[in-house]
């Protein structure tokens, strides 16, 4: 079901346009020549410092975060409008503070940090004064299977010992990268979805090696991009342990549920700044005798995207909905299902947009290979397609054949 925005949705949604409008497209190759001009483009360009600060004047920030405590005090529905607009330009999500993996492990600390967690990290996270990541996927193992996960935490004493090499641990390596939240093995014969904790290894700690660089489909996604880490022998104190030995999958759970809101809003974004992008371009591009606008086959996949966009984000905004009204555990039907739709609509939709620009399409000159690159990985990232299809297969099985028993 749709529903009105509340009141203050509704202004910052405009604000945002706005600001978006003024100052985040504008810079977008300012943002990228910064970032080549320097020795390394491993630095934070000046122009996204500046760009945040004007984010936090305009209180254009945290917008994610649903406790008024913390953040706007916006529900999922609500704020998934806002994600919407900014995933129409990959710099935008940290402008504002809403980038990922910092957001999920924002709501991490918030949910399931210490007081002394949250005094620590979650207050310079909350400010943007450093950055996270989050480190689950290892390169020798399907970690579509969590249960696969082989990294150890063992305790010695008061303190956690780590052995654990983790790969896609994105953010990683942008400077001021300072915490990683990481998921490994406590106890491996315990009851299967009791073996994994969730740890706090902050990035200075001896014996933390970053190996190598990640590109996605060529891309180095500066400053942030992705890093495969070796944990040897990796020494954190007790009081490191997030919520408790064996509570991992827990505490995924809670982080995984309106973190997928945010990457599917994110992705339907893309995909309407890829159908502007069309439409500009088929008004103003003439081949064989007529614009491209005249052209019917330019009609007919403007028509097609349209009505994808339409469905994946009414799919998207009622998985939103159920999740504010039920909780996530009662949305997982609808959030794999939008997990499944959004990243392929997004595709469909630049796919087609890179057709009509033609070699101008796959070039940097315009921001569509950018966005296909990101979004073919959110058809991996938080579980590929294919668990996600078997999710939904086996919950509505159950309640179509629930359905059926009640009637007889």
């Given at each position: 079901m749709l529903k009105d925005l509340s009141p203050r949705a509704q202004q910052l949604k405009k604000e945002l346009i706005d600001f978006m409008n003024e100052y985040v497209y504008p810079n977008e190759m300012i943002f990228e020549n910064q970032l080549n001009e320097g020795e390394s483009r491993w630095i934070v360009p000046p122009i996204m410092e500046e760009l945040k600060e004007k984010a936090k004047e305009q209180g254009l920030w945290n917008l994610f975060l649903h406790d008024t405590e913390y953040g706007q005090g916006l529900t999922n529905y609500d704020y998934a409008h806002l994600c919407e607009i900014m995933g129409r330009s990959l710099i935008a999500p940290e402008i504002f503070n809403c980038n990922a993996p910092d957001t999920g492990n924002m709501e991490v600390f918030i949910k399931y940090g210490t007081e002394e967690q949250k005094k620590q990290w979650l207050e310079p996270l909350l400010k943007g004064e450093i950055r996270s990541c989050f480190s689950m996927t290892e390169p020798d193992v399907a970690s579509s299977d969590a249960t696969n996960i082989q990294g150890?935490?063992?305790?010695?004493?008061?303190?956690?010992v780590?052995?654990?090499?983790?790969?896609?641990?994105t953010g990683a390596l942008y400077p001021n990268c300072k915490i990683a939240i990481l998921m490994g093995k406590t106890d491996p014969n315990?009851?299967?979805?009791?073996?994994?904790?969730?740890?706090?290894v902050p990035l200075d700690t001896p014996g933390v090696e970053i190996k190598r660089h990640l590109p996605v489909f060529g891309y180095d996604e500066a400053p942030h991009g992705h890093a495969e880490i070796r944990y040897n022998n990796v020494r954190v104190p007790v009081e490191n342990m997030l919520l408790g030995e064996g509570r991992g999958f827990e505490i995924a759970q809670?982080?995984?549920?309106?973190?997928?809101?945010?990457?599917?809003?994110?992705?339907?974004?893309?995909?309407?700044?890829?159908?502007?992008?069309?439409?500009?371009?088929?008004?103003?591009?003439?081949?064989?005798?007529?614009?491209?606008?005249?052209?019917?086959?330019i009609r007919?996949?403007?028509?097609?995207?349209?009505?994808e966009i339409e469905q994946a984000r009414l799919l998207t905004l009622h998985a939103a909905h159920k999740i504010d009204q039920e909780g996530a555990k009662a949305a997982r039907k609808e959030i794999a299902m939008i997990k499944i739709a959004a990243p392929r609509v997004s595709l469909n939709v630049i796919d087609r947009a890179i057709q009509a620009f033609g070699g101008a399409g796959v070039s940097e000159d315009f921001p569509l290979a950018a966005h296909w690159?990101?979004?073919?990985?959110?058809?991996?990232?938080?579980?590929?397609?294919?668990?996600?299809?078997?999710?939904?297969?086996?919950?509505?099985?159950?309640?179509?054949?629930?359905?059926?028993?009640?009637?007889k």
């Open positions: 150890s935490i063992v305790r010695d004493g008061n303190e956690y780590i052995n654990a090499t983790k790969w896609w641990t315990a009851a299967k979805y009791q073996q994994q904790s969730m740890i706090l809670g982080r995984l549920g309106p973190g997928r809101i945010h990457h599917c809003m994110r992705a339907i974004g893309a995909a309407e700044r890829a159908l502007e992008l069309l439409c500009k371009r088929a008004e103003t591009r003439e081949a064989f005798g007529s614009l491209l606008s005249e052209k019917e086959v007919e996949i403007i028509a097609e995207s349209r009505i690159a990101n979004a073919r990985t959110l058809r991996i990232v938080d579980g590929p397609d294919q668990v996600h299809l078997r999710d939904v297969g086996r919950l509505e099985l159950r309640e179509q054949l629930k359905t059926e028993a009640e009637v």
